[in-house]
């Protein structure tokens, strides 16, 4: 794939919602019970606001402990899974911790015919745009059950050709609540496991993950910098994304060999650059040498001062990921 398209993908379905309703999780079902609002959650809007909350989430009870996902890996490096909407084989979604909502394509939306769910107002990395809410049903991958679920409409054909699949949908932050999540983006794998009989591995470390914004967020520090959050976004298949006031503020860009670039997602292409930092640390760990895309954008989801930077696959494919929304935890196993 061409580089420049390289970079300007590696944050595409980093979807996250002005205004959403308070970002809840429901109940669930034994054995599986999802916190009704997880730790630092963003301050929510009121109650009157567009409901992008389903109804309830459950983890089959009747499922094994460990339950292991069909999946693929796009063009792109993303990965992909097969969930059903109302019960309904629904073509490959990418797993994407960086949506703060599950999406579905708009063709296979009208396909099955789900209900509007009324206007809403989408922020990506490229700025914000309206779309539309679509309510499903069900939404079934694994031992995972979404009920009666608003799902964000999006037109994703365009990004077939990058993909080298037909791409029917993203999915997003309700679905990683009543689950704990092995993931190895190499092999590539994605395990479910059920937090009440989940043990982490020997010599495995947990380390606490933040809820902002519907998006789980980590602790980390930029060559030696002062530390701040960052996004964690399996849906991007970056390395880091510096936001552009970090960018500004740690002068990254100061005597560093960048090359122009372009990044995006919902709201268009920005301008950015690309080039290396020596080190990242993120979950005790650093990484040396990371590929690094610079932000200069001026609004959009890299343009914003609360978080200094977003952390994609490049960064993550060197370890096994797990993460576990329902204690906010996160731990990087080394690969063996």
């Known amino acids: 794939m061409n580089e420049l398209w390289k970079a300007a993908l590696a944050g595409m379905f980093a979807v996250t ?3 959403p309703a308070r ?18 959650a963003a301050a929510a809007a009121d109650d009157d606001d567009a409901n992008v ?3 309830s989430i459950s983890f089959d009870a009747a499922a094994p402990a460990s339950v292991e996902l069909e999946v693929a890996r796009a063009t792109s490096g993303h990965l992909l899974v097969r969930p059903k909407v109302n019960g309904e084989e629904a073509g490959w979604f990418i797993f994407d911790t960086g ?4 999406c579905i ?22 700025g914000e745009r309206k779309t539309n809410l679509r309510q499903a049903k069900s939404v079934e991958f694994g031992p995972i059950t979404l009920h009666d679920a608003p799902l964000l409409e999006l037109d994703l054909k365009p990004f077939q050709i990058f993909m080298g699949k037909p791409i029917a949908g993203v999915i997003g932050y309700e679905c990683f609540g009543a689950a704990i999540y092995e993931v190895d983006f190499d092999q590539p794998k994605i395990i479910v496991h059920d937090p009440a009989r989940y043990e982490l591995p020997a010599g495995g470390e947990w380390t606490d993950l933040s809820i902002v914004g519907r998006r789980p967020h980590v602790t980390g520090s930029i060559e030696g910098n002062a530390p701040g959050l960052f996004v964690l976004d ?14 500004e503020r740690f002068k990254l860009l100061d005597g560093r060999e ?12 920005k301008a950015s650059r690309s080039g290396t930092v ?35 696959v490049g960064a993550l494919r060197a370890f096994t990921l797990i993460v576990n929304y329902p204690k906010n935890k996160i731990a990087l196993l080394p690969k063996k």
């Open 53 to 55: 909350t389903p109804k």
């Open 234 to 247: 399996i849906g991007s298949n970056s390395a880091l994304i510096a936001h552009s006031p970090t960018v």
């Open 278 to 312: 020596k080190t990242l640390k993120i979950c005790g760990r650093e990484l040396a040498d990371v590929e690094t895309t610079f932000s200069e954008a001026k609004e959009g989801a890299t343009a914003k001062d609360d978080t200094q930077g977003t952390i994609g």
């Open 17 to 19: 919602l002005v205004a």
């Open 23 to 40: 970002p809840t999780l429901g109940q669930t079902t034994a054995p599986t019970t999802v916190p009704s609002k997880p730790n630092n």
């Open 105 to 126: 394509d708009k063709a296979l939306a009208e396909k099955l015919n789900l209900p509007h769910g009324g206007e809403i107002t989408a922020s990506g990395m490229g």
């Open 99 to 102: 949506a703060g909502i599950t």
């Open 258 to 269: 960048t090359k122009r670039s372009f990044s995006g997602g919902v709201g268009g292409l």
